[in-house]
């Protein structure tokens, strides 16, 4: 059973907590092209789940055919590029 004591400090660190997670959105802090550039991103990634296509929806998964295939430069290609480089839509 906690005493008193430890159960208030507890309180208070969650309260700390919450507050700084609070304060801390990161994404609020980038600058406005780059958080333009993640929302088109985002929208493009819930598309191809929405459409259900049949083609690889994420970066780690045309990464893994790219890996089966040896495809060099693939750790540093992005998710399009990826798809370029397969073939992939």
Same mark, same amino acid.
């Given at each position: 059973?906690? =005493? =008193?004591?430890?159960?208030?400090?507890?309180?208070?660190?969650i309260k700390k907590a919450q507050k700084a997670a609070t /304060?801390?959105?990161?994404?609020?802090?980038? @600058? +406005? +092209? =780059? !958080?333009?550039?993640?929302?088109?991103?985002?929208? &493009?990634?819930?598309?191809? +789940?929405?459409?259900?296509?049949? /083609? @690889? *929806? =994420? !970066?780690? #998964?045309?990464? $893994?055919?790219? *890996? #089966?295939? $040896?495809?060099? &430069?693939? /750790? +540093?290609?992005?998710?399009? $590029?990826?798809? !370029?480089?397969?073939?992939?839509?």
């Amino acid at each position: 059973m906690a =005493t =008193t004591k430890q159960t208030k400090a507890a309180k208070s660190n969650i309260k700390k907590a919450q507050k700084a997670a609070t /304060s801390k959105q990161t994404i609020s802090h980038l @600058p +406005k +092209k =780059t !958080r333009t550039a993640l929302g088109k991103q985002a929208a &493009g990634v819930a598309q191809r +789940k929405r459409t259900g296509a049949a /083609s @690889p *929806k =994420t !970066r780690a #998964e045309l990464y $893994e055919m790219a *890996k #089966e295939r $040896e495809l060099a &430069g693939r /750790s +540093k290609m992005g998710r399009d $590029e990826l798809a !370029r480089k397969l073939g992939v839509r």
